[in-house]
């Protein structure tokens, strides 16, 4: 009759403490126990899936209730041993505490320990997963756990140690149980395939070790599931790979290059061939993900033999990925890292799961127009010195090829400081020259050579033209912005084109608040009903509009009145330079009484407009 198969993770499961890997401090300290004959009423085993937690407790119950015990090397033939590898619960009894979590559970353990063992010297309770138990049955086990009968021993396997009570803590002697290294699985995993005569690879076992997590028992299982594919030939990585639904590495390579080169196409076309092999989209994800934290790994890391064990890269293939990894900087790795993460919790959440594995692919090989976060923190800080000391509006050429009419500053819009009055004066005697031209018709029809102003007598007039415009703006706030951040290019009948250093201040200028003032103020000022606003960054300004042009066809409404009344414009001159000065000395005065004074509401509510509603 044929012996019925046992599962490899139950055949190899350590029997002794010499067979328990990966934990050596706990097998020290165990084994020191025994020998000193200092055994505690109680121990508490934590630590990840697979790490030997039940199996530590049966090697301890084997220790202490052997015929040749208490004993580092149990017999394994007496009746206490035989029972405890066979799960016979006659001294040593194992309970399921997710299936066996309610007070009536602890209560008939209570009444079952006062029994003395059959065949050994201690009844010991293993109780795995304990931190499954209730509140209830945590507290009626309270004061049993801490003062047992004398040949009585509770051993407890939690993988959740912070979900036990404090009180239960405080009560058994802890163990924490760490993750077993990817050598000493992979060295256990060789001993037991040359034990079964599996013919593997120990690429393949490699990437075993670190699909396991640290767990022994997951190792074992997957050497066991994928022992049947070594009969005709050696099994792979590939073959591993493919057993996991991962992708494998040369693929996950091509991928990778694809992107580092921004070659949609292609990236586009292997996960279109990767997702018609079965791969699901989030296992795709989840792998590219994988795969880029190897990379961050590679790129930061000089020891080699450090990155064999924390990665799946391998001698074989470590030069092509080191490669691949310096295509790369450290943030642009975390960048496509996050977005992958992203596109995780996107496509699990989504009906169509491949039209976002599709955005995912397009998105993260086009990374170079990802905003990094350096120039992200290089922006913030110009940001912040612009705020802080404010920029000047920049006085661009204006083209002399064509002619410029000057404005004339209404009667009843005083310049606001000493230094745009003084730009005005150009202003006026120009409109002199006009005046004298009328009072004089025959020198006027004389020919007269032709003459282009002089390059910055145009930049004072386009200056003075745009001052005029924003002194028309009755929003303080608005007057403000376009006065700092705000260089006209146009302004003409047609389309009046205002440019600004970058995108956020045109974001900030498209606010309808600020756009309507601008145009109030043209209407009011130059007669041009629903004026053509336009606003672009100063780096879109047309190689052909290098110069700032003001067509003639343009003039403000006081110009043409002015005209028609020149016999009167020397006395308004006169009239405004007077206005001029009394509103100066009166605005000094207002001044020194307000030094003390800030009107906060109003600078506030300017601030607020300047920002579009918002405080900062």
């Known amino acids: 009759m044929e012996t019925k198969y046992i599962p490899l993770y139950r055949k190899y499961r350590p029997q002794t403490f010499h067979d328990l890997i990966g934990q050596e401090n706990i097998v020290h300290a165990l084994s020191n126990a025994i020998k000193l004959n200092r055994i505690a009423h109680a121990y508490l085993l934590c630590g990840p899936r697979g790490t030997g937690k039940t199996s530590s407790a049966r090697i301890l119950a084997k220790s202490l209730n052997c015929k040749e015990g208490p004993t580092l090397t149990p017999c394994g033939k007496c009746p206490a041993c035989l029972d405890i590898m066979n799960s016979i619960p006659v001294d040593v009894i194992e309970i399921d505490a997710a299936s066996n979590r309610s007070v009536e559970d602890t209560q008939a353990i209570i009444e079952k320990i006062q029994y003395v063992p059959v065949n050994g010297r201690y009844k010991i309770y293993i109780i795995d997963e304990v931190h499954m138990l209730s509140p209830t049955a945590f507290n009626s086990l309270l004061k049993t756990l801490e003062e047992p009968p004398e040949n009585v021993i509770f051993i407890l396997a939690t993988t959740e140690p912070h979900k036990v009570l404090d009180t239960i803590i405080s009560r058994c002697q802890r163990f924490d149980y760490r993750r077993i290294t990817t050598n000493d699985i992979v060295n256990r995993l060789e001993y037991i395939s040359q034990q079964e005569n599996i013919n593997i690879s120990k690429d393949a076992l490699y990437s ?49 290059e694809c992107i580092a080169n921004s070659d949609c196409t292609k990236s586009v076309a292997l996960i279109d061939e990767v997702y018609a092999k079965g791969n699901e989209p989030v296992q795709l994800v989840n792998n590219l993900i994988q795969y880029f934290r190897d990379l961050m790994i590679i790129k930061n890391c000089s020891d080699k033999e450090l990155i064999y064990s924390l990665t799946q890269i391998n001698e074989i293939n470590y030069d092509k990925n080191k490669s691949l990894a310096d295509k790369f900087t450290v943030s642009e790795i975390i960048q496509i890292i996050d977005k992958l993460s992203y596109y ?42 612009q705020i802080s000391s404010g920029i000047p509006v920049s006085k661009q050429t204006v083209s002399a090829s064509q002619s410029v009419v000057k404005p004339v500053i209404p009667s009843d819009i005083k310049p606001e400081t000493p230094e745009i009055k003084r730009e005005l004066q150009p202003v006026q005697k120009q409109e002199q020259m006009q005046s004298s031209q009328k009072q004089n018709p025959q020198s006027a029809s004389q020919p007269q050579e032709i003459v282009k102003p002089a390059q910055s007598q145009v930049n004072n007039d386009l200056h003075n033209l745009w001052v005029s415009v924003l002194q028309s703006i009755s929003n303080n706030a608005a007057k403000a912005f376009y006065q700092q951040k705000a260089q006209p290019v146009e302004l003409s009948e047609k389309r009046i084109l205002i440019a600004f250093p970058n995108e956020m201040f045109v974001k900030m200028a498209e606010n309808k608040t600020k756009q309507q003032a601008l145009a109030d103020a043209v209407t009011s000022y130059l007669g041009i009903k629903n004026p053509n606003i336009q606003i672009i960054t100063t ?54 009484k307000n030094e003390k004074h800030i009107d906060t509401s109003s600078q506030a509510s300017m601030v607020k407009d300047l920002f579009d509603g918002k405080f900062i």
């Open 208 to 256: 075993i070790a670190k699909n396991s997590q640290g767990g022994m028992r997951d190792a074992l299982s997957f050497l066991d599931q994928i022992s049947v594919l070594g009969a005709n030939k050696e099994i792979s990585t590939d073959d591993v790979n493919e057993l996991l639904g991962k992708i494998s590495y040369d693929k996950l390579y091509e991928i990778g």
């Open 344 to 385: 995780t919790t996107q496509i699990k959440d989504t009906t169509n799961k491949y039209l976002w594995l599709e955005l995912c692919i397009i998105d993260i090989t086009n990374y170079k127009n990802l905003p990094s976060a350096e120039n992200l923190l290089k922006r913030i800080e110009a940001l912040e010195a």
């Open 539 to 592: 780096a879109d300004i047309p190689k052909d509009m290098v110069n700032i042009s003001t067509p003639s066809k343009i003039e403000p409404v006081e110009a043409v009145q002015q005209v028609k009344q020149s016999e009167e414009i020397t006395d308004i001159q006169k009239q405004e330079e007077e206005e001029y000065h009394a509103y100066v000395e009166a605005q000094n005065q207002e001044t020194q």
